[in-house]
C-alpha cells in the first residue's frame, strides 16, 4: 500500500501513527490552544494558569482520541481498517473504510467510541474516591475545580452528548442498528433519521430560548440526519445494480506521448474533466483535472502525459457491483475508475455520472413524491457496447 496519503481533512498536520492508524489534527485545532492559553493568561496572569488550561485542552482531546480508537479497533476487530483520525475543534473524526453492514456489528462499532469514555471515567472516580479528593459538584466550572474530576465530569458529558439518537452522533447508529435488527435497513435508517431531526427541531427551539451552541448542534445533527437517510437511500436504490448499467460509455482517452496542451484542449472542447491514458491498449494512468491543472501551472503545455499522469489509481470491472465499485471512488483523489471488461477499457465510472444515472432511475420511478408506494425495481437496459478505439498520437 502506498504511504503517501493525503489527510481526510485540509489544513491538517499529522501527528504519528498508533496502531497502524494516521493520527492529524488540524490546524484550527492548534489556534484554539493557542487562544485557551492567552485567555486563561489574560484572566489570571500567570504562566502556570495558562499552563494548567491547555494541559486540561490537550487531556479532554486525548480522551476523544481515544474514542474514536474505541470505534477504529472494534471495526478492525470485523475487518474494517480505519484510514485516519483527525482532531478537529469540534471533535475526533475517525475515517473508517466503511460501515458494517450487519446491524449487530454496526451496534458494537458504535457503541465501542462512548464506551471508552465510561471507562476512563469509572477509573477517574476510582482514583477520587481511592485518593479522597472529590470536591462539591458546585465548585466546579470549565476553569476552577480539580484537574481530575473535571476530566471526568467532560468524559460523562462525552458519553451522554454521543449516545443522543440522533445521526451523526454514536446515539443514531445505536437506534439504526436496533432498528435494523427487525425492520429492513432503508427503512430503519428512514425512521432514525426522522427521530434525529425531530431532536434537532427541539435542540433548535431550546437554543433559541437560551443556550446558543444548541442552535449549531441541532444545525449539525439535521444536517447528518438528512445526509445519512439519503445516501442509505441511494445504497438501496443501487441494489442489484452493475457498474456496466452506470458507467460513462462516449469518453475520450490519451496517449502518455500526446502533451498536456492536449489534453487541456480536449478538456476545453467536451464535458470529460478526467482521462484515462493508454499504451497498446491498456490503462497505465489517469489525468484527473486537478492534476492537468497542476500540470499546466507547474510544467506549462509541452510536458507529455505520461510524465504527469497518476499510476496509482483503481478499477472496476464491468460486472461489478456498483455500490462496491463506488466505494473506491473518494472525493479528492481517485476522481474516475476506468472499467476493464475482457481485458479491455469499456467505459469510466465518475462520481457525476452515478449521480446522473441516479436521478434518470428516481425520474423513471416517478421519484421524488415521498408518499409514493416503494416503486419496482427499474433497470436500464444496457448493452455492452464495443471498445472504443484509442485516438493514436499525432507524430
Ligand atoms: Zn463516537
Not at 433519521?193 to 427551539?205: E, P, S
Request: hydrophobic share 50%; net charge positive.
Amino acid at each position: 500500500m502506498k504511504e503517501n496519503r493525503k489527510p481526510s481533512v485540509g489544513w491538517s498536520i499529522k501527528l504519528g501513527r498508533l496502531l497502524s492508524i494516521d493520527v492529524y489534527v488540524h490546524f484550527t485545532f492548534l489556534l484554539l490552544l493557542g487562544f485557551i492559553g492567552v485567555s486563561h493568561w489574560m484572566a489570571e496572569r500567570s504562566p502556570a494558569a495558562a499552563a494548567s488550561g491547555m494541559l486540561f485542552f490537550v487531556a479532554l482531546f486525548g480522551c476523544v482520541l481515544l474514542h474514536e480508537f474505541g470505534h477504529a479497533l472494534m471495526a478492525r476487530r470485523y475487518g474494517i481498517q480505519t484510514r485516519d483520525i483527525t482532531l478537529l475543534p469540534i471533535g475526533g473524526l475517525a475515517r473508517l473504510e466503511r460501515m458494517p453492514d450487519k446491524p449487530m456489528q454496526e451496534l458494537w462499532v458504535a457503541l465501542a467510541g462512548p464506551a471508552v469514555n465510561v471507562v476512563i471515567a469509572a477509573a477517574l472516580a476510582a482514583w477520587l474516591s481511592l485518593t479522597n479528593s472529590w470536591e462539591p459538584l458546585s465548585s466546579l466550572s470549565t476553569t476552577a475545580g480539580g484537574f481530575a474530576e473535571r476530566l471526568l465530569a467532560v468524559n460523562v458529558f462525552l458519553v451522554v452528548f454521543n449516545l443522543l439518537p440522533a445521526f451523526p452522533m454514536d446515539g443514531g447508529r445505536v437506534l439504526r442498528s436496533l432498528l435494523a435488527l427487525r425492520l429492513d435497513y432503508t427503512r430503519a435508517t428512514r425512521i432514525a433519521a426522522r427521530i434525529g431531526q425531530g431532536m434537532a427541531a427541539l435542540f433548535g427551539l431550546a437554543g433559541l430560548f437560551g443556550n446558543p451552541m444548541l442552535l449549531l448542534i441541532a444545525l449539525f445533527v439535521w444536517i447528518g440526519a438528512g445526509q445519512e437517510a439519503a445516501a442509505v437511500e441511494m445504497k438501496s436504490s443501487f441494489a442489484g445494480v452493475r457498474v456496466r448499467e452506470a458507467m460513462l460509455t462516449d469518453f475520450r482517452g490519451l496517449s502518455p506521448q500526446e502533451t498536456v496542451g492536449d489534453a487541456a484542449r480536449l478538456l476545453l472542447a467536451g464535458s470529460q474533466q478526467d482521462f484515462p491514458v493508454l499504451e497498446k491498449g491498456e490503462v497505465v494512468g489517469v489525468l484527473t483535472h486537478t492534476r492537468l491543472l497542476e500540470a499546466l501551472r507547474d510544467r506549462g503545455v509541452n510536458v507529455p502525459v505520461g510524465d504527469v499522469m497518476e499510476r496509482d489509481f483503481q478499477m472496476a470491472s464491468a460486472d461489478e457491483e456498483l455500490d462496491a465499485a463506488l466505494g473506491r471512488i473518494e472525493p479528492g483523489r481517485a476522481t474516475l475508475l476506468p472499467v476493464i471488461w475482457n481485458r479491455q477499457l469499456v467505459g469510466l465510472l465518475t462520481a457525476e455520472n452515478v449521480g446522473e444515472f441516479y436521478m434518470i432511475r428516481r425520474a423513471l420511478s416517478g421519484g421524488g413524491g415521498r408518499r409514493r408506494p416503494a416503486p419496482p425495481v427499474i433497470r436500464i437496459p444496457r448493452v455492452m457496447p464495443p471498445p472504443l478505439p484509442i485516438r493514436q498520437p499525432s507524430s
